[in-house]
C-alpha cells in the first residue's frame, strides 16, 4: 500500500489557502490547514482528509508544536505552504511602530518559524518541498505599502537563502509571487483577477517538480495585468 503524502498549508483561509487546501486533498494527499482558529475547509465529495489545526505562526512554540502533531498525527510532511501575511496600506509618517513590527512578525517571521520547522521534518528523509507566497510587494516597494513590501521583501531572501542551502539535500523551496488581485472562483479572467484554484495548480505543479529541473521563483498573473 503507498503511503500517502501530508500536505501542511500554514495560513488556510478563504481565498487561496482553502483552493490550497482543496488541490492537495484533491491529489489524495492529508491535508493540515493551519490557521488561526484551526477550522479545516469542507472539501468536495470524494476528496481525501483535511484536518485543522489552531497556531499562531509569529509564535516559535506555537508552530514547533503543531509540526509536532502534525507529524505524529498525520505523518511527516512531503509539502509544506506558508500563506501567511498581511495587507497593509499607510504612509511612512502614518505606520505606527507596532503596526510595521506585527507585519513583520506576521509576513516575514511567520515564514522563518514555519520554514524552519518544516526543514527540520524534512531533512531526516531528505525530501520535501517547501513553498512561500510572495506578492508584487516581494519585488516592488509602492507607495503606502512600506508595511507590507518589507516583510514581503525579508520573505524572498529567506526563500533565497532556504533554497540554496536545502536544495542539495533534497529539499525544494520554491517563492510564489502573486502579481494582481485574487478574486472568486467564478469571476471571468478578463475581470482582471486570479482564480484561487488556478493559482493553487501553480502551486502543485511546483511541488510535482523532479529534482533535475527545479523552479524556485514564478510569478503569477492574469493576463490583462500590466507589468
Given at each position: 500500500?503507498?503511503?500517502?503524502?501530508?500536505?501542511?498549508?500554514?495560513?488556510?483561509?478563504?481565498?487561496?489557502?482553502?483552493?490550497l487546501?482543496e488541490?492537495?486533498a484533491q491529489?489524495?494527499?492529508?491535508?493540515?490547514?493551519?490557521?488561526?482558529?484551526?477550522?479545516?475547509p469542507?472539501?468536495?465529495k470524494?476528496?481525501s482528509?483535511?484536518?485543522?489545526?489552531?497556531?499562531d505562526?509569529?509564535?516559535?512554540?506555537?508552530?514547533?508544536?503543531?509540526?509536532?502533531q502534525v507529524?505524529?498525527?498525520?505523518g511527516?510532511p512531503d509539502?509544506?505552504?506558508f500563506?501567511?501575511g498581511?495587507?497593509d496600506?499607510a504612509?511612512?509618517?502614518e505606520i505606527?511602530?507596532e503596526l510595521?513590527?506585527?507585519?513583520?512578525?506576521?509576513g516575514?517571521f511567520?515564514?522563518f518559524l514555519?520554514?524552519?520547522?518544516?526543514?527540520e521534518a524534512m531533512?531526516?528523509?531528505?525530501?520535501?518541498?517547501?513553498l512561500?507566497?510572495?506578492?508584487?510587494?516581494s519585488?516592488r516597494?509602492?507607495?503606502?505599502?512600506?508595511?507590507?513590501?518589507v516583510?514581503k521583501f525579508?520573505?524572498?531572501?529567506l526563500?533565497?537563502?532556504?533554497?540554496?542551502?536545502?536544495?542539495p539535500?533534497g529539499?525544494h523551496?520554491?517563492h510564489v509571487?502573486?502579481?494582481?488581485m485574487?478574486?472568486q472562483e467564478?469571476?471571468?479572467?478578463q475581470?482582471g483577477?486570479?482564480r484561487?484554484s488556478?493559482?493553487?495548480e501553480a502551486?502543485?505543479q511546483?511541488h510535482?517538480?523532479?529534482p533535475?529541473?527545479w523552479?524556485?521563483e514564478i510569478?503569477?498573473?492574469?493576463?490583462v495585468?500590466?507589468?
Open positions: 500500500m503507498t503511503e500517502k503524502e501530508v500536505a501542511v498549508v500554514v495560513g488556510a483561509g478563504p481565498g487561496l489557502g482553502y483552493a487546501v488541490r492537495f491529489a489524495g494527499m492529508t491535508v493540515a490547514a493551519v490557521s488561526r482558529k484551526g477550522i479545516a469542507k472539501l468536495q470524494g476528496r482528509t483535511a484536518r485543522g489545526y489552531a497556531c505562526a509569529t509564535l516559535g512554540d506555537q508552530v514547533k508544536t503543531t509540526f509536532a507529524t505524529a498525527e498525520l511527516p509539502v509544506v505552504v500563506n501567511v498581511t495587507w496600506r504612509g511612512i509618517v505606527s511602530d510595521f513590527l506585527q507585519a513583520w512578525r506576521t516575514c511567520g515564514g514555519v520554514g524552519r520547522a518544516a526543514a531533512l531526516p528523509r531528505g525530501r520535501g518541498t517547501i512561500f507566497t510572495g506578492a508584487t510587494g519585488i516597494g509602492a507607495a503606502g505599502f512600506a508595511a507590507f513590501a516583510p525579508g520573505l524572498r531572501a526563500a533565497q537563502s532556504m533554497a540554496r542551502e536545502l536544495g539535500k529539499i523551496v520554491g509571487i502573486i502579481d494582481g485574487i478574486g467564478g469571476e471571468a479572467p475581470q483577477f486570479l484561487p488556478e493559482i493553487a502551486y502543485y511546483l510535482r517538480q523532479k533535475s529541473a523552479t524556485h510569478d503569477l498573473r492574469p493576463a495585468e500590466k507589468f
